[in-house]
């Protein structure tokens, strides 16, 4: 059934009934608006499957300010939307126990003083693309943590992306800050960026704790960036820039092949 919330100037208490009463198979349709405030987000678990559209191309028009937790063997998908949490001690998305996310054309961010992760998914799966997960003004929080979880994304950017046993594929993406797997991860790519400015992590790049990260066309905004790979594979062509400027440190029991060469170790620096 689908469910139209927005056209009463009730926006906050229309979606409230909309969440509660929703069954499997729903569809909320939102109007462009506001939904709740910051100084007052929502807190909601979501236990049935359910999709939540912006009536919209433009993200930006449909705001929520939210914080979703998604539970076991739970489906739900968002479209044309922007989250945002503005509360402490909550991620804006987390996703447990077989849950599946899909985003299409949204941005989740959380504007906190604290450093709790953007979204947050256990034994999960997720799917975006076109859309931006940030952490507003920090850049040591996390804005998409994984563990025992997948995440395929095509056309994203990400602030911050960290694994632990997890599988990756990405397409045509962006990351800020860092990015790190670790725990047996698994990172297979085509075309990403990896933009670490204004940030002081000692690693743009990091592979660690018998993981494989693999894939074409790997840049780096960082003119002299640093990876770091640890017991782990990294089989990687086409560089920006060049290989022959980027700090590779690893150790020997690593298999390191960039553009089928084993690049200069730097790991006594």
Known sequence: MKITVGNQNKNDEE???????????????LMPGTYFSKNDPFICTIGNNVTFVGKTTNKDDV??????????????????????YTANDDNTLS?????????????????????????YGQNSFFSFKNSQIMTGRKTKAIGLSLENSYLFGDNISVQLLFQKNSQVYL???????????????SLNFRNITIDTAGTRFKNDLAVKSHSKLSGQDLIFVNESPHVRILKSDFQVLNFQPKYERIHFRYDDTSKVRTDGKIPFNNKQN
């Open 63 to 84: 705001k929520l300010y939210c914080s979703f937790t998604v539970g076991e063997n739970t489906i739900v998908i968002f479209k044309n939307l922007a989250i945002s």
């Open 171 to 185: 397409k045509n993406s962006l990351i800020f800050h860092k990015l790190e797997l670790r725990r047996q991860s």
């Open 15 to 29: 979606l409230t009934q909309a969440i509660i009463n929703a069954k499997d198979g729903d569809i909320i349709e």
């Open 95 to 119: 996703a447990y126990d077989g849950a599946e996310i899909y985003g299409d054309n949204i941005s989740i961010d959380r504007q906190t003083q604290d450093d709790w992760d953007t979204i």
